[in-house]
């Protein structure tokens, strides 16, 4: 583990923070580059991306805090000690992604670009912030054999564990392939969104498995992520099972436009309300 990257004389710079914001500017870029095919101005999508990033950092704050609601409720304090670590991205993607929808309805421009274009980048983010979390020591997976040559020593912990933060990043990166792909092929308006949403569902629903743990495992560094209740998944688990039933649903029933990104005029524009 590597929490702080470097030093600047008494200064640290944590490994978690620095990804993030590696992560923030990387989706940013892949939107910014697919802008134009959507009748977009790359500064727009800036525009867009800075409210969504401050929605997103309240949002996965104050979900992480439901998720380990018992870790937090137990001493109120908690709730305000500012911890890099202590986020969720499934309050990040849903309260930014709001945050977005918000303020290009309030712009007066179409919804569903801002969408498309935040969909893959989203994916990119959080590909880059899971390295972030590896650095960190954060979102860990379990025991693994000793005899496992990729397995990680965690700080407090003798036993080898899973790095599932690697795999969630490669699981991600597959699903960042598949979604430009697809981009690349006639779809409707509106089917990146969804197909985003389906296969991070997923992605993030298998990962789990490998965070998964009681109360007590947590608690003892042996688990990152905790059963919800006497269910054998985790909270994390059932939100990524909504999720993916809402990418499936806005994949079928969008009436957005026939498009093909590569095809889409190339000069920039403001898109006008759906």
Known sequence: MHPVLFKIGSFEVPSFGAMMVLAFFGGLWLARQRAPAYG???????????????????????????????????????????????????GGLICGGLALMIWARKQKL????????????????????RFGCLLNGCCFGG????????????PGQSDLHHPAQVYDSLMNLVALGAVLAFARRPHKLGQITGLTLILHGITRFIYE????????????????????GTLPITQAQVM???????GVALFV????????EKEIPVTPSEVAPA
């Open 253 to 260: 029933l969008t009436r957005g436009p026939q498009v093909v």
């Open 209 to 228: 498995f490998w965070r998964a743990g009681t109360v007590a495992q947590v608690e003892a560094g042996r688990a990152s992520s905790t059963y919800w």
């Open 40 to 90: 977009l101005t790359p500064e727009k999508m800036s525009d867009g991306a800075f409210w969504a990033l401050i929605a997103g950092i309240f949002g996965a704050r104050a979900f992480f805090i439901l998720q380990e609601y018992h870790y937090y409720f137990a001493d109120y304090r908690r709730i305000f000690t500012l911890r890099f670590e202590g986020l969720t991205s499934f």
């Open 110 to 129: 179409s919804v569903l670009p801002f969408l498309e274009l935040a969909a893959p980048g989203f994916l990119l983010a959080h590909l880059i912030g």
């Open 240 to 246: 990524a099972l909504v999720l993916s039933a809402v």
């Open 143 to 154: 025991v693994c054999p000793t005899n496992t040559p990729w397995g990680i020593h965690i």
